[in-house]
């Protein structure tokens, strides 16, 4: 665990809302430059460099870095290092007999550009902007304007789009 004081006074050539975000990338590259390879910062670091705010970050910091599992990390001296818990990954149950015929089925029921023609879910498709809300209308080729104008009236109530809905059907 190599330990380095890295000096951070560069930051103060820049304009004062840019120091710490300065001396975050200052320290970033000298310790890139000194290990050979990208080292991520500790949370603890960052919030030493950022403690005395935008305008004030510290002239020098010392680091420590050490090995994890996903890279090199920067510490604060003295600080343990967390492993992260590996996650458990949960095997999905193979699909019954029963959910297989039930996936055929839907596939045979929709129509050639794969949507199915008895779902067509309004509610989604007017939830967006009306801009998207028109573009998908005219993209569809079979609509229900009176299902759309409900879906509308359910969800956002926006004149503009009710009037186009009520213009088009």
């Given at each position: 665990m190599?330990r380095?004081?890295?000096?951070l006074?560069?930051?103060r050539a ?8 300065k001396?975050?990338?200052?320290l970033?590259?000298?310790?890139e ?10 949370p ?28 090199l990390?920067?510490?604060?001296p ?5 492993e ?5 990954i ?5 699909p ?5 015929e ?12 794969g ?10 498709i ?10 998908q209308?005219?993209?569809m ?9 409900e879906?509308?009236?359910?969800n956002k ?11 088009q059907?």
């Amino acid at each position: 665990m190599p330990r380095y004081t890295v000096n951070l006074s560069r930051a103060r050539a820049f304009s004062r809302r840019k120091r710490a975000s300065k001396a975050m990338k200052i320290l970033r590259e000298k310790l890139e430059e000194r290990e050979g390879e990208e080292v991520s910062v500790s949370p603890e670091v960052n919030s030493k460099i950022w403690e005395s705010g935008i305008e004030r970050p510290p002239a020098k910091l010392e680091v420590e870095v050490v090995e994890t599992a996903d890279g090199l990390r920067a510490v604060l001296p003295g600080a343990e290092v967390e492993e992260p818990e590996p996650e458990e990954i949960e095997e999905e149950p193979e699909p019954e007999e029963e959910q297989l015929e039930e996936e055929e089925a839907e596939e045979q029921d929709t129509g050639d550009d794969g949507a199915s023609t008895e779902s067509i879910d309004y509610e989604e498709i007017v939830s967006g902007t009306v801009g998207e809300a028109k573009e998908q209308l005219q993209e569809m080729d079979d609509v229900d304007w009176d299902k759309a104008l409900e879906a509308e009236e359910d969800n956002k109530d926006r004149k503009t789009l009710k009037e186009w809905i009520e213009s088009q059907g």
